[in-house]
């Protein structure tokens, strides 16, 4: 038999083995395969949508094959545009791990975690290449699943002195401040976040620009999550147009990214290719990640889950 419930990898058990210590190290090396473009080591197209129209979102389809490494994924996520106020989560995720042999099912696991987890890592990814070495100041721009994951992961593998986050909602910023401690500090408007901060992470559901470059420090360091669509924006021109932009994939990003389409900056390097020591990173520049989301990162996450999972069972 090959599939049986004993496969389904719930949201708790995915938490407990999930850990960024193990996940940061697979990931840089899953960003480095990918951006070798060696078909014996990453086959992952660009993400296929389709439209939700009626509810205002999207299905994402993020296949991926490992031949070298025997690892077939694929993630199944939908995300929306959510109003103000709502009490829906905008996005919901499941993973699937087959057998590239035999075309099988292995496991079917929660992909919120994992998505969380791996979105934030690779953001951390990017600001330990990208940030200067003396940071202090962390902003972060949003009060989601992915603020506090980012959160989460920032602070366990850096030591910011200050850490600084804004909402649309003065109500949820002070609440995710208070959450998360007495040394974060919840601010009043988006300006007042960002002016002197060291890395700033917008994880917004934002569909036009909240970040302007007039207010980024040169040299800070930009993680941009949010605003996965072609017409969908975190960043204003200014700000695009002076910092040199690092992203996952150049081919999402071409396609998906409304802050590259939009403003029509240009890619400087995938962060695979810093990390494979092909293009520098120029930590003294202002720097721009704009993380889209790869299906290399869902599948290198996926069977480290499966691994630890197969290990703790036995």
Known sequence: MFFSLHSLIWEHEVCSLLKYGELIPRLETALGK??????AEVIQPVRTTVPLQKHSGFLGVMPCYMENEGILCTKLVCFYKRPTGSTLPST???VMLLDPEYGNVKAIMDGDVITGMRTAAVSA???KLLMCPDAEILTILGTGKQALSHYNVFTEVFSFK???VWSRSKDKAEAFAQSLGHHVTACESV???????????TVTRSTVPVLSGQWVKPGAHVAAVGACRPDWRELDDTLMKQAVVYVDSREAAVTESGDII??????????????????????EKTTVFKSLGLGVEDAASAQLVFDKWKSKAM
């Open 34 to 39: 990918f951006s070798n473009r060696d078909s």
């Open 262 to 283: 939009l403003s029509g900056a240009e890619v400087f390097a995938e962060m695979g290719e810093v990390i494979n020591g092909t293009k520098p990173a120029h930590r």
């Open 92 to 94: 919901q995720a499941t």
């Open 125 to 127: 990814i990017s600001a």
């Open 191 to 201: 300006e007042e976040a960002v002016r002197g901060a060291d890395v700033i992470v």
């Open 162 to 164: 200050e850490v600084r």
